[in-house]
């Protein structure tokens, strides 16, 4: 089975995934994809959020009123706990009261949630397989090499490195890095001069048709290397290399390390150009957190294929094909800082923008609690876990799994808190309306 058919970036099953795709094919960025659909998401769930709160102010003011009568029956049976709740229910169910209708706000926010975390789950899978079968075209037509373009650019590399070499040789240091970068560059003009000059064309083994002492050395460099690249199966590359004098062989080893180098900075440009960063975070399909910028092969989501990735019949694994934007781009240790994916940057607003607007709503439209003590104990404790609880749980999700998820849930909160402001205004102002009605009535 060819490595490809194992990738085969499925587009996501999962209808929240299938939408995002959609929207990406239209915006300029995946960053502001998730930021649109997260603004259409909580606009179609708006009626809902209004619902939701219209139901549980009408609650609160009904629990309000049957305060008087609830106190009374308390006292009237208080040794009768039993039959006490009984009346309660009575009571409650007279004005339509649930005692556990202000789970529902929690419960609903949950179920969304996680329906949309499986499909950006979904969806990062799908990205990050797409990634990498890019990539793997990018291997692949290099490999190939079908018009010897790759192999002419290492040919050519192999003899400028040698020739810069030899240059540094001749120094009392005896180091590139020590020639003045003018002689370097002036070198390395001629001597792309002389095989430009050649239009593509080198010399056979033996041809003395032209004398130039760079084009000759490019000719051999090329000659070499082509004579073992163009060979079908690993058996007979290996003769070809090992009948090789050891004058030849240090050609060979030289344009085959150019060719090699050449390939790693193809595969690290294929990644980063189907990579996706959004601000300050290097790589959307990552956490924004000291993570890697590129998944290794534990890392990867891709569940369908993970698995097999390493012993790949193709003959490459995923690491052969990341490998080389792993070295460039990830962290070499904990604290190196500046290879860091992100910087915690969303997922800590985001939890503190959540925890802030459930605290304001909160604060500023407060319920009620209904039913005995008991019940109204069990609404406290709900309402404690959805101002300090449930942030933490959904920003845990935040930093463990994708940026593009961060963002998601950055953008809901955000939005959500400027529909709870909304709603606020407006119910002070009916409030205040109502209040002024009710001492113009009294007045009269």
């Known amino acids: 089975m060819d490595f490809m058919t194992l990738l085969a970036a499925a587009l996501p099953d999962n209808l929240i995934g299938k939408w995002l795709v959609q929207l990406s094919d239209n915006l300029p960025t995946f960053g502001v994809t998730v930021i649109v659909f997260t603004i259409i998401v909580r606009l179609i769930l708006s009626p809902l959020d209004i619902w939701q709160k219209i139901s549980q102010r009408k609650q609160s ?13 308390q006292k009237q049976y208080a040794n009768q706990p039993q039959l006490l709740r009984q009346k309660q229910a009575e009571l409650q169910k007279q004005e339509k009261l649930h005692p556990f209708a202000s789970c529902l706000p929690l419960i609903v926010t949950m179920v969304i949630f996680f329906v949309v975390f499986a499909g950006f789950r979904d969806l990062v899978a799908y990205q990050n397989e797409l990634i990498i079968e890019n990539v793997y075209a990018a291997y692949t037509e290099y490999d190939a090499d079908a018009d010897n373009l790759y ?12 020739e810069v070499g030899k240059l540094a040789a001749s120094d009392t240091e005896g180091t590139a890095e020590d020639v003045p970068q003018e002689q370097k560059d002036a070198l390395t003009a001629e001597i792309l001069k002389q095989i430009q000059d050649a239009d593509g064309n080198y010399l056979a083994p033996g041809d003395t048709a032209n004398t130039d002492e760079y084009y000759v050395l490019y000719s051999k460099a090329f000659s070499l290397f082509d004579g073992w690249h163009s060979l079908g199966t690993v058996g007979e590359k290996n003769g070809y290399a090992d009948a090789l004098s050891a004058e030849d062989k240090a050609v060979f080893d030289g344009v085959s390390s150019c060719f090699n180098d050449n390939k790693d900075e193809m595969l690290v440009a294929a990644y980063k150009e189907h990579m996706e960063g959004f601000l300050w975070i290097k790589n959307i399909f990552m956490a924004d957190t000291g993570a890697n910028v590129v998944p290794n092969v534990s890392e990867f989501v891709g569940g369908r294929i993970q698995a097999q990735m390493p012993e790949a019949a193709a003959g490459v694994s995923y690491d052969e ?80 799994y994708s940026a593009a998820f961060a963002i998601y849930y950055f953008m809901s909160n955000l939005v959500s808190t400027l529909i709870n402001v909304i709603y606020i205004i407006i119910v ?11 001492l113009v009535e009294i007045d009269e």
């Open 61 to 73: 003011k009904a629990m309000r009123r049957l305060q008087p009568k609830l106190a009374k029956l």
């Open 151 to 162: 192999a002419m650019q290492a040919a050519g590399d192999y003899v400028v490195e040698s």
């Open 321 to 400: 094909l990341t490998g080389p934007a792993q070295a460039a781009l990830n962290k070499t240790g904990t604290w190196d800082v500046s290879r860091w994916n992100g910087y915690f940057v969303l997922p800590v607003i985001s939890i503190a923008l959540s925890f802030l607007s459930t605290w304001f709503t909160q604060k500023m439209s407060p319920t009620t609690p209904m039913g005995d003590a008991k019940q109204q104990k069990s609404q406290q404790r709900t309402m404690k876990i959805l101002t300090y609880i449930m942030p933490l749980i959904m920003g845990l999700f935040a930093i463990m």
């Open 428 to 438: 002070k102002i009916i409030d205040n309306k109502a209040q002024a009605k009710e």
